[in-house]
């Protein structure tokens, strides 16, 4: 019953085709609705929350046991007018609520704008002209910059709030009103480094805007010409300049790589069988795998993002090994007289078992805290299982319809230099195999002393090519504007206490634990926080620093930072909550050891920073770590975890799989030998070449152990098949056996390798990292398998010699 499925498909391979046929129609229609999400943030967003500690003493809570409000995580390099910047906004009115026409802002658009003369009178009418003419494309929201800002003066004995700019950006700017502006600012630390550069030469322009399709880039930045004739630098960021490059690159990436992949094994395929059936029916095969996949995907509700852009390739490139399973085998047996549903029959059991090692590492993903990872693994799971399907019923129904092999295909087949190949290693075995067995122990040996030495990278921007402008553009927005993506603090006070921060001592503790860290982390650049205002109107107030001792006049300012604001109590809760009984802190960051955006290393640095100075804080308040940085630093961790978990359970599913099909114990271990070397060969591999673990890379593990597994699968069912028939010695038998499953394990590898090679020509370095992570990693699988494990199970053979057990061939 087990091979009816195959007389079927023999009786009827026609009606076979038909209605493999119509089942692509069906997933062509829903493959054309799949479409790209460039979004990198959401991924990261979804891995966790903040993390809290306790205020005065430093120690670690569960955050299951406070009602902590989720915080806001900006988008990188984003000043959004809520989240960051509206409590600085000049105006006593209530802001209206927005238009519901502007709902559909989502992403952010910004311009810096650099030059020496900055502050003239010329250079502001044409740099707020040209400003306004980007709000009236409708594209994008009134702008939003430092001449929205107030600050404060002091007037006779009062404090006053007065803007930074003109009341109006239609109103032309004289030379009296731009000194004005430039010896605002000057006075004013808090807009330095956020808004203005640090030398007054920049100024940045943040606007809310739509997905913008390249057509409308353009539209603005032709808009922006007008500066750049005039010797204004011009640089443009933001969240939708981003994600429309990543789209391209994904875009690309997409069709190159599939293509390349295509290519190259299909090269492989023709050099290996000379045959053009060899390179059609696989082709045509795959291609129907992808297409079955992509529908799959779409009906799953999935996307192609940055993480599972691959899975097409990978379903090629996995699933085409199963063709040259089905195409070998018939090539070994068409001389022997059997028809491509026998020949198929036969290597049927070597398919099965290889598709489910194959899908458990994929499935083992979704032990991953990554919905995104969880997403890949089922994707490339279900394809590489459509591909085992259509191996076993699409290819011996061509193959039967097609004109059989020549003789001199098969000729070229089995004493070709593959079969040349395989003779030599096995004579390695013979005469090396104690050499072989010691490089499996220094292969153990070195990736104990290795794997706790592999970086981790989680910066999107690494996932943009080197030569890309908009990395350089990045990196210059977070030198001149005080850092990258913002870290937050929010600091609670005990029990929900009204009015906690209002009273002069609480806030005294909270501004010099924000000193303590500027003066501490040379990675924080700058500081945007309620005690800072604080303090800053207090110096103007007063002229003296801090914050003050009176809580008379402590209320008498912070009324005036409040003043600041729209007076919308959801604006202003962005830095202090109207009750005054949360604080929030924003740190602008920028590595400083690597003069680089923020880094895992940064912001590593910068929490041991503040975790070590949370003792200055009132006793018994709740602070909350979060932001981008927080959140990277401990995605990282999570990678990390999930790699291990993953790999963990994967090996164990495997083994549990192999025990289950051999029902032998020591034939399950042997087959976990050529995983175990592969895999932490690349850790060794990793460390040397300085490969980090990402979103891509940190799924090689899990990968490689259900993939490598398939040729040892292969070598271990021959193996056994021919334990116990006749009075050959074990020697004997693993020889005949290389001989037998060297060429296919060669041949599946090289092709699957080879395409995994063409994702080196990606634009994405995690892409290329990738492909050549699993490369590795495979042919190192495929080398364990036949000169390692042989190595071993000579080696047992040897040792149960010696001690007078039985061997295999014995029992059997």
Same mark, same amino acid.
């Given at each position: 019953?087990?091979?009816?499925?195959?007389? &079927?498909?023999?009786?009827?391979?026609?009606?076979?085709?038909? *209605?493999?046929?119509?089942?692509?129609?069906?997933?062509?229609?829903?493959?054309?609705?799949?479409?790209?999400?460039?979004?990198?943030?959401?991924?990261?967003?979804?891995?966790?929350?903040?993390?809290?500690?306790?205020?005065?003493?430093?120690?670690?809570?569960?955050?299951?046991?406070? +009602?902590?409000?989720?915080?806001?995580?900006?988008?990188?390099?984003?000043?959004?007018?809520?989240?960051?910047?509206?409590?600085?906004?000049?105006?006593?009115?209530?802001?209206?609520?927005?238009?519901?026409?502007?709902?559909?802002?989502?992403?952010?658009?910004?311009?810096?704008?650099?030059?020496?003369?900055? &502050?003239?009178?010329?250079?502001?009418?044409?740099?707020?002209?040209?400003?306004?003419?980007?709000?009236?494309?409708?594209?994008?929201?009134?702008?939003?910059?430092?001449?929205?800002?107030?600050?404060?003066?002091?007037?006779?004995?009062?404090?006053?709030?007065?803007?930074?700019?003109?009341?109006?950006?239609?109103?032309?700017?004289?030379?009296?009103?731009?000194?004005?502006?430039?010896?605002?600012?000057?006075?004013?630390?808090?807009? !330095?480094?956020?808004?203005?550069?640090?030398?007054?030469?920049?100024?940045?322009?943040?606007?809310?805007?739509?997905?913008?399709?390249?057509?409308?880039?353009?539209?603005?930045?032709?808009?922006?010409?007008?500066?750049?004739?005039?010797?204004?630098?011009?640089?443009?960021? %933001?969240?939708?300049?981003?994600?429309?490059?990543?789209?391209?690159?994904?875009?690309?990436?997409?069709?190159?790589?599939?293509?390349?992949?295509?290519?190259?094994?299909?090269?492989?395929?023709?050099?290996? &069988?000379?045959?053009?059936?060899?390179?059609?029916?696989?082709?045509?095969?795959?291609?129907?795998?992808?297409?079955?996949?992509?529908?799959?995907?779409?009906?799953?509700?999935?996307?192609?993002?940055?993480?599972?852009?691959?899975?097409?390739?990978?379903v090629l490139n996995l699933g085409s090994s199963y063709a040259i399973h089905v195409i070998g085998e018939y090539y070994t047996d068409y001389a022997k007289g059997l028809n491509p549903i026998q020949s198929t029959q036969k290597i049927l059991r070597t398919?099965?078992?290889?598709?489910?090692?194959?899908?458990?590492?994929?499935?083992?993903?979704?032990?991953?805290?990554?919905?995104?990872?969880?997403?890949?693994?089922?994707?490339?799971?279900?394809?590489?299982?459509?591909?085992? *399907?259509?191996?076993?019923?699409?290819?011996?129904?061509?193959?039967?319809?097609? *004109?059989?092999?020549?003789?001199?295909?098969?000729?070229?087949?089995?004493?070709?230099?593959?079969?040349?190949?395989?003779?030599?290693?096995?004579?390695?075995?013979?005469?090396?195999?104690?050499?072989?067995?010691?490089?499996?122990?220094?292969?153990?040996?070195?990736?104990?002393?290795?794997?706790?030495?592999?970086?981790?990278?989680?910066?999107?921007?690494?996932?943009?090519?080197?030569?890309?402008?908009?990395?350089?553009?990045?990196?210059?927005?977070?030198? !001149?504007? %005080?850092?990258?993506?913002?870290?937050?603090?929010?600091?609670?006070?005990?029990?929900?206490?009204?009015?906690?921060?209002?009273?002069?001592?609480?806030?005294?503790?909270?501004?010099?634990?924000?000193?303590?860290?500027?003066?501490?982390?040379?990675?924080?650049?700058?500081?945007?926080?309620?005690?800072?205002?604080?303090?800053? +109107?207090?110096?103007?107030?007063?002229?003296?620093?801090?914050?003050?001792?009176?809580d008379g006049l402590l209320n008498l300012l912070s009324r005036m930072v409040i003043l600041m604001s729209r007076q919308g109590q959801e604006d202003m809760g962005t830095i202090m909550n109207p009750e005054g009984t949360k604080l929030t802190i924003i740190?602008?960051?920028?590595?400083?050891?690597?003069?680089?955006?923020?880094?895992?290393?940064?912001? !590593?640095?910068?929490?041991?920073?503040?975790?070590?100075?949370?003792?200055?804080?009132?006793?018994?308040?709740?602070?909350?770590?979060?932001?981008?940085?927080?959140?990277?630093?401990?995605?990282?961790?999570?990678?990390?975890?999930?790699?291990?978990?993953?790999?963990?359970?994967?090996?164990?599913?495997?083994?549990?799989?192999?025990?289950?099909?051999?029902?032998? *114990?020591?034939?399950?271990?042997?087959a976990l030998i050529p995983i175990i070397s592969g895999v932490m060969a690349n850790y060794i591999f990793m460390y040397f070449f300085q490969i980090p673990f990402d979103m891509i890379t940190v799924s090689f593990g899990s990968i490689a152990v259900g993939?490598?597994?398939?040729?040892?699968?292969?070598?271990?069912?021959?193996?056994?098949?021919?334990?116990?028939?006749?009075?050959?010695?074990?020697?004997?038998?693993?020889?005949?056996?290389?001989?037998?499953?060297?060429?296919?394990?060669?041949?599946?590898?090289?092709?699957?390798?080879?395409?995994?090679?063409?994702?080196?020509?990606?634009?994405?370095?995690?892409?290329?990292? &990738?492909?050549?992570?699993?490369?590795?990693?495979?042919?190192?699988?495929?080398?364990?398998?036949?000169?390692?494990?042989?190595?071993?199970?000579?080696?047992?053979?040897?040792?149960?010699?010696?001690?007078?057990?039985?061997?295999?061939?014995?029992?059997?």
């Amino acid at each position: 019953m087990k091979h009816s499925l195959l007389v &079927f498909v023999g009786k009827h391979s026609k009606s076979t085709l038909i *209605v493999i046929l119509l089942i692509t129609a069906f997933f062509l229609y829903h493959a054309a609705f799949l479409h790209l999400d460039a979004d990198y943030n959401s991924l990261m967003n979804e891995t966790g929350k903040g993390v809290s500690y306790q205020g005065g003493s430093g120690e670690y809570m569960d955050q299951q046991g406070s +009602a902590l409000v989720e915080s806001f995580i900006p988008e990188t390099m984003v000043l959004d007018t809520t989240a960051l910047g509206s409590h600085l906004v000049a105006s006593a009115e209530v802001e209206p609520p927005m238009p519901e026409d502007n709902l559909a802002y989502s992403t952010s658009y910004l311009v810096m704008v650099e030059s020496p003369a900055l &502050f003239e009178a010329e250079t502001l009418n044409r740099i707020t002209t040209v400003m306004q003419k980007l709000t009236d494309t409708g594209y994008l929201s009134k702008s939003f910059s430092v001449l929205d800002f107030v600050t404060f003066e002091k007037k006779g004995s009062r404090l006053v709030t007065v803007p930074f700019g003109s009341s109006s950006m239609q109103n032309k700017w004289s030379e009296e009103q731009a000194q004005l502006l430039k010896q605002r600012i000057e006075n004013d630390p808090l807009v !330095k480094n956020y808004l203005v550069s640090e030398n007054l030469d920049a100024m940045l322009f943040s606007f809310e805007s739509f997905a913008l399709t390249h057509q409308m880039e353009a539209e603005l930045s032709n808009l922006l010409d007008e500066l750049r004739e005039a010797d204004i630098t011009v640089s443009i960021n %933001g969240g939708a300049i981003i994600t429309n490059r990543l789209m391209h690159y994904l875009g690309r990436d997409l069709s190159i790589l599939l293509s390349l992949c295509f290519i190259a094994i299909l090269t492989i395929y023709y050099l290996s &069988f000379k045959a053009k059936r060899s390179v059609l029916l696989p082709f045509s095969m795959s291609l129907i795998g992808i297409i079955w996949t992509f529908g799959t995907m779409h009906l799953l509700g999935y996307s192609l993002t940055i993480i599972n852009i691959v899975t097409p390739c990978m379903v090629l490139n996995l699933g085409s090994s199963y063709a040259i399973h089905v195409i070998g085998e018939y090539y070994t047996d068409y001389a022997k007289g059997l028809n491509p549903i026998q020949s198929t029959q036969k290597i049927l059991r070597t398919i099965v078992f290889a598709c489910i090692t194959t899908v458990i590492g994929f499935m083992s993903l979704l032990f991953s805290k990554t919905p995104a990872l969880r997403e890949f693994g089922i994707a490339v799971g279900i394809g590489v299982s459509y591909c085992a *399907v259509l191996a076993s019923t699409y290819l011996p129904a061509m193959l039967s319809l097609v *004109v059989p092999p020549k003789q001199e295909q098969i000729k070229t087949y089995k004493k070709g230099y593959l079969a040349q190949l395989v003779i030599s290693i096995d004579r390695s075995v013979k005469h090396a195999w104690p050499l072989l067995v010691v490089v499996f122990l220094l292969v153990i040996i070195g990736y104990f002393a290795t794997r706790d030495y592999i970086p981790v990278n989680t910066n999107y921007m690494s996932y943009l090519p080197k030569k890309e402008p908009l990395g350089e553009t990045s990196r210059r927005f977070a030198q !001149k504007m %005080g850092g990258d993506t913002p870290f937050l603090i929010t600091v609670e006070a005990p029990e929900g206490e009204s009015q906690f921060f209002l009273k002069s001592g609480n806030l005294q503790d909270v501004y010099a634990f924000e000193q303590a860290v500027q003066q501490s982390s040379d990675d924080v650049r700058h500081i945007i926080s309620f005690a800072s205002y604080v303090a800053f +109107a207090n110096s103007v107030y007063s002229q003296e620093e801090g914050i003050p001792e009176s809580d008379g006049l402590l209320n008498l300012l912070s009324r005036m930072v409040i003043l600041m604001s729209r007076q919308g109590q959801e604006d202003m809760g962005t830095i202090m909550n109207p009750e005054g009984t949360k604080l929030t802190i924003i740190l602008q960051n920028y590595d400083a050891k690597e003069q680089a955006l923020g880094t895992i290393g940064s912001a !590593k640095r910068i929490e041991d920073t503040v975790i070590s100075l949370l003792p200055l804080l009132p006793n018994g308040t709740i602070v909350t770590l979060d932001g981008e940085p927080h959140r990277s630093l401990h995605f990282s961790e999570a990678l990390l975890s999930d790699q291990m978990k993953s790999t963990y359970a994967s090996v164990l599913l495997v083994f549990l799989v192999v025990l289950f099909a051999f029902k032998s *114990v020591s034939l399950a271990l042997y087959a976990l030998i050529p995983i175990i070397s592969g895999v932490m060969a690349n850790y060794i591999f990793m460390y040397f070449f300085q490969i980090p673990f990402d979103m891509i890379t940190v799924s090689f593990g899990s990968i490689a152990v259900g993939a490598g597994i398939d040729d040892a699968i292969h070598f271990l069912i021959r193996y056994k098949n021919k334990l116990g028939i006749d009075d050959r010695t074990v020697e004997s038998l693993l020889s005949e056996t290389i001989r037998e499953t060297g060429r296919p394990i060669i041949l599946t590898t090289l092709s699957i390798v080879g395409g995994m090679l063409m994702f080196l020509f990606a634009s994405y370095t995690p892409v290329r990292y &990738f492909g050549s992570l699993m490369s590795m990693a495979l042919l190192n699988c495929m080398l364990s398998t036949l000169l390692i494990m042989p190595s071993v199970i000579r080696l047992v053979t040897f040792f149960q010699r010696k001690i007078g057990m039985q061997t295999n061939t014995q029992r059997r």
